[in-house]
């Protein structure tokens, strides 16, 4: 499966108008730094990618029916204090597929974000590793951080948002959609 991004140039003029899928479209404001249409392959190799995960500890355990959807990574400071690192990569994972094998997280409602939306940021209590992020926006998808899957080997980024506040050193590779906020 393939899908179009917008893109519109400096001034916001759309080059095209493709119709967006609500994974991309919750994850950004339809702006890539790059004035060019972008194809971007939402399929992970299944053989490879893993449905299983967990969190540090063992505590919360998930499964996957299918491979998730679409991947990426967020730049945003909020997703740098949770994680604890300059980024988070997540996996848009349907909320019908995905269940929970063992334990239960907490959630940490974030309301304090440069959007103004909401993000419901679930954990393990006992370790403290994060599960994945839910948007009310996408109320059918859920945002797996990647670093919980039991294999991440398959994992390859779609797109990158919150760019403008992506920590200085960190390096985009090039062809990768790079978004500077979300709507």
């Known amino acids: 499966m393939w899908l179009a991004v917008k893109c519109h140039n400096l001034q ?9 899928p609500p994974e991309i479209e919750s994850a ?6 790059f004035p060019i249409l972008v194809e971007i392959n939402i399929q992970f190799e299944e053989s490879i990618m893993s449905v299983t995960g967990q969190c540090l500890c063992g505590q919360v355990k998930y499964k996957i029916a299918n491979a998730p959807s679409v991947a990426g990574v967020c ?10 690192s300059a980024f988070s990569t997540i ?22 974000t440069k959007s103004g939306n909401t993000v419901d940021r679930y954990f393990c209590g006992n370790c ?4 994945y992020s839910a948007l009310q926006g996408t109320p059918d998808t859920f945002y ?12 390859q980024p779609q797109f990158h948002v919150w760019c403008d506040t992506k920590q200085n050193w960190v390096e985009l590779a090039e062809g990768v959609p790079q978004m500077a906020t979300q709507s």
């Not at 349907?94 to 940490?108: N, V």
């Not at 797996?144 to 994992?155: A, N, P, V």
């Open 128 to 131: 403290g590793s994060p599960i």
């Open 12 to 20: 916001g003029i759309p080059f095209a108008d493709p119709a967006l």
């Open 75 to 84: 730049h945003c400071k909020n997703c740098q204090r949770q994680a604890g």
């Open 91 to 112: 996996a848009g994972v349907p909320r019908a597929d995905f269940s929970f094998t063992s334990g239960e997280p907490k959630l940490y409602r974030d309301g304090d």
């Open 144 to 155: 797996l951080k990647t670093g919980t899957m039991d294999d991440t080997s398959g994992f």
């Open 28 to 33: 950004c404001d339809n702006r890539v730094i």
